[in-house]
């Protein structure tokens, strides 16, 4: 049987408990290697939960950074990861891109088509997640963001036409379990597992997304 990082994550989750997301933040630094950081967390003070910074046009409630040297505050330290949530035990899982992975991150609709697609042909697949947003974002090698551009155009689309962004150097993504505003939590769309701690490479994975996008673009044309 794989091993599967258990992460929990109904839409709709009243609170977010301390404890797991300290484990869980531990388990993405000792058995993935991968960098996290806490960001903001959510407070509940009446029916609408608000973020702990206190923007009421915080543009991503409990899922952001809360200091600007965030990048240098990502460890991959177990002990120091222990450290910072039992500090802040509320805090979100922000992981750094252009670390250990980078991230496409494409509309729901056109992930779950691509996903099928990737599915039935075989394709050598890392981690997903979907997002409240409904965003879902594929884990791959760094390095994609500098060959994204060049793949979608040999494809024959404009990188511009496209709603598929790539998330590298300078930039984050919030982990499961990491509630995001009163929509629900971030999850896991394919959990890491043992059989894909090796991340594909951008290149694997373009052509399916790209015309997913593309055929998502269409149909939002249509509407």
Known sequence: MEETITVTGAPQIPQQR??????????YAEERHWDVFPGAWL???????????????????GAHPTVPDWAGQ???????????????PHASILM????????????ETAGCLA?????RMALPLGPVTRTPGRRMLFLVLPGASVKVPA???????????????????????????????AHGSVQWARRPTASNRWLPDAEDLISPLAYACARDAVAVRGR
């Open 18 to 27: 301390g404890e797991q997301l300290l484990e869980t933040a531990v388990r």
């Open 43 to 61: 407070e509940h003070d009446g029916r609408t939960p608000r973020c702990s910074c206190d923007a009421g046009d915080c543009a991503a409630p």
């Open 74 to 88: 990502a460890t991959g330290s177990a002990t120091t990861v222990r450290r910072m949530w039992s500090t802040q």
């Open 96 to 107: 750094p891109t252009g670390r250990s992975f980078e991230a496409l991150d494409v509309p």
């Open 115 to 119: 996903l099928a697609r990737m599915e």
């Open 151 to 181: 793949l979608v155009r040999s494809l024959g689309w404009a990188p511009a036409a496209l709603d598929l962004i790539c998330r590298g150097e300078g930039e984050y993504i919030a982990a499961p379990p990491t509630r995001v505003g």
